[in-house]
């Protein structure tokens, strides 16, 4: 786990206790199991506030309890962790997210550090790191597993253009970046659907809203879109 320190951001000192957490997964089982080893390993450093599953009730929860950190995952319905960052600095901007995901992948990372995450590590992590890198971004630091800081690097450092990592893409829902991939790729929708175990018409309906989103015509262009950005 690599830690990169920078300034805490708040000019009121923090309270005596444990850290005040809240889980944003949508898997009820991870989240039970993270809350779990959090406050069986640390009951005195970490005290888990709130659990949300989908973007609109991780602002609702976050807004509402105020917590030192937030562990985000990058996938979730609504829009995407990204969002939710966005979404809460819009009324909090001294929240604190520390993305915690099973994604290791660099447009991930980006997006998610760009939004105004303080740290990135993968769910690989161990309960000590965690709760280590908790602490850690709680008072200030920038945390991430050791790969995934070479992503950050690499795009301050103009390896990796942030512009292609673009906000188009954010807007995406996980579903949706996995509908977009197989039709850029030349699936049918019947192809599609079968992949992805849903229907054709659910199909054409995220597909739709793909091209809204990006503000596509058709497959043709939405392929081009996706080709240029290396995501197929």
Do not use: C
């Amino acid at each position: 786990m690599t830690s990169l320190p920078g300034p805490l951001t708040t000019d009121e000192p923090r309270p005596e206790g444990p850290r005040r957490v809240v889980l944003v997964d949508d898997h009820d089982i991870f989240r039970a199991g993270v809350r779990h080893e959090l406050t069986a390993a640390a009951p005195d450093e970490i005290d888990v506030v709130g659990e949300a599953g989908d973007v609109e009730q991780a602002v609702k929860v976050i807004t509402g309890t105020t917590p030192d950190v937030v562990l985000l995952d990058v996938h979730l319905p609504g829009g995407g962790g990204a969002e939710v960052v966005r979404q809460v600095h819009q009324i909090d901007p001294k929240i604190t997210f520390l993305a915690l995901s099973v994604s290791d992948a660099a447009e991930d990372v980006i997006a998610v550090i760009r939004a105004g995450a303080r740290g990135y590590v993968t769910k690989s992590i161990s309960t000590a790191d965690l709760v280590e890198a908790i602490g850690r971004v709680a008072t200030g630091d920038a945390v991430f597993s050791p790969r995934l800081a070479g992503f950050v690097l690499d795009a301050f450092s103009g390896s990796i253009s942030v512009e292609s990592i673009d906000e188009d893409l954010d807007r995406l829902s996980q579903r949706e970046r996995e509908v977009m991939k197989l039709i850029a790729r030349g699936y049918t929708y019947k192809e599609v659907a079968r992949e992805l175990f849903i229907s054709i018409k659910t199909v054409e309906t995220h597909v739709s809203n793909v091209l809204r989103k990006l503000q596509l015509s058709n497959r043709h262009e939405l392929t081009k879109w996706a080709t240029d950005r290396k995501l197929v």
